[in-house]
């Protein structure tokens, strides 16, 4: 007889080191937007793979277009140009209007770049090696030491101190917090333009534009972290569309493959002539050809099944649904989001629903212990709405 999900765990616990604490199943496939566990059992699935999977699973023309590149070749190193690569950073010039990329394998390692390109930047101008950034509260940027550095909550970070240096703190949606830190010596401020596993709080418009007004009166880079946030999420590509300003750099990951590693940080012209240069930075995998067929694939059908609209119309959906459980259930407080990236805010923790949604086959995240997630793929459509909030009302009661 096969080995079931219990016998399979026992075997992880053995084997992976213990960093997460994982829910009970063992998953095995995808079709659309439902997974099945190694048992057959469907989930309605509502976290995309942490807002990864925007295009369902199982998608045909996004698989046969893997396959092809995998038949031709997967890697070639970054010594030499490829075709996939190029036309992956032309068509993410396009959707993002910055003008230069540089794949990364990760979220985190978008982040690292970022940063480099900042300092790089600051250091071009006046020499100084002691130049300071400043970051948000309750942010995450990735868990490499200089992602997590800007990370603004010291749970992940204080084992592991110190830290890269010369790192402040400021409050999203507080200008004057965030001019409050400002120095002679501030290079860039990083934000993410929607605040994910802080517990989805999106930036507000005017604060947006204050720091955007900030950065440009005293030379001061803007980067936005839209590694959850971008790739339609919000009903934009990027969210920072939605508010009439730009960043100079922007990280972006988690959707961009649908699955296959990779991210990229970007940049406009006026950063990328005077920061990172030849030998500055590198990476042996970032834009393979096969991370590139996967950008090039998602990106053609982000276009070719209007993804956005989509996001648009259910987004609204999903508001007001969620919307009705603020109002019929004491215990939750608010509901936060834009588009398919939303926020439940309860009064107490969310683990038993989470957990009591999976056994009914639906699969939550939670963002914080006290908000539910909902990061669903982006091709959902109203009818998956109705069904998530059949099984979501039906674990209120526990
Ligand atoms: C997930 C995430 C990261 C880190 O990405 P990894 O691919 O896990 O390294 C960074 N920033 C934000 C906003 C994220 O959501």
Redesign the pocket.
């Known amino acids: 007889m096969e080995k079931m999900m219990k016998e399979y765990i026992e075997e992880a616990e053995q084997a992976l080191l213990h960093t997460y604490n994982r829910y009970q199943v063992v998953l095995d496939k995808g079709e659309g937007v439902y997974l099945y566990d190694i048992e057959g059992k469907k989930y309605l699935d509502f976290c995309a793979g942490?807002?990864v999977f925007a295009l369902g699973y199982a998608n045909k023309k996004y698989n046969d277009a893997l396959k092809a590149q995998i038949d031709k070749v997967i890697h070639t190193s970054n010594y030499y140009y490829n075709v996939p690569a190029i036309e992956a950073a032309k068509k993410l010039k396009k959707v993002s209007g910055m003008d230069r990329v540089f794949f990364t394998n990760?979220?985190?390692?978008a982040?690292e770049g970022a940063i480099k390109a900042a300092r790089k930047y600051a250091y071009l101008k006046d020499g100084r090696t002691d130049h300071e950034i400043i970051a948000m509260e309750h942010s995450?940027?990735?868990?490499?030491m200089g992602?997590l550095s800007v990370t603004g909550n010291p749970k992940y970070r204080e084992a592991f101190e110190p830290m890269i240096g010369n790192i402040r703190f400021a409050r999203l949606n507080d200008f004057d917090s965030v001019l409050s830190q400002v120095t002679e010596r501030t290079c860039a401020v990083i934000l993410?333009t929607v605040q994910?596993?802080g517990g989805i709080f999106p930036a507000k418009e005017r604060f947006l534009q204050q720091v955007k007004e900030l950065c440009e009166e005293k030379d001061i880079l803007l980067i936005l972290?839209e590694?959850?946030?971008g790739m339609g999420r919000t009903g934009f590509m990027y969210a920072w569309q939605k508010y009439g300003i730009k960043p100079d750099i922007m990280?972006t990951?988690?959707a961009l493959g649908c699955g296959v590693?990779v991210?990229a940080f970007l940049m406009t012209e006026e950063v990328a002539a005077r920061s990172l240069t030849s030998g500055d930075h590198g990476t042996t995998y970032g834009g393979n050809p096969l991370a590139a067929a996967a950008i090039n694939i998602v990106l053609d059908l982000f276009e070719e099944n209007h993804i956005i609209d989509n996001v648009k119309e259910t987004g609204v959906y999903l508001e007001e649904k969620l919307d009705s459980l603020v109002s019929r259930f004491d215990f939750i407080r608010e509901r936060r989001g834009l588009g398919l990236m939303q926020g439940l805010v309860f009064d107490r923790p969310v683990g038993d629903i989470i957990t009591a949604a999976l056994e009914r086959g639906l699969i939550l995240i939670n963002a914080g212990a006290d908000i539910i997630r909902f990061v669903p793929p982006l091709i959902i459509t109203k009818e998956h709405v109705d069904e998530m909030m059949a099984i979501l009302t039906d674990c209120m009661a526990i």
């Open positions: 942490i807002a990760s979220g985190a390692e982040v995450f940027h990735g868990r490499t992602a993410e994910g596993e972290d590694i959850q946030c990280a990951a988690k590693p991210g």
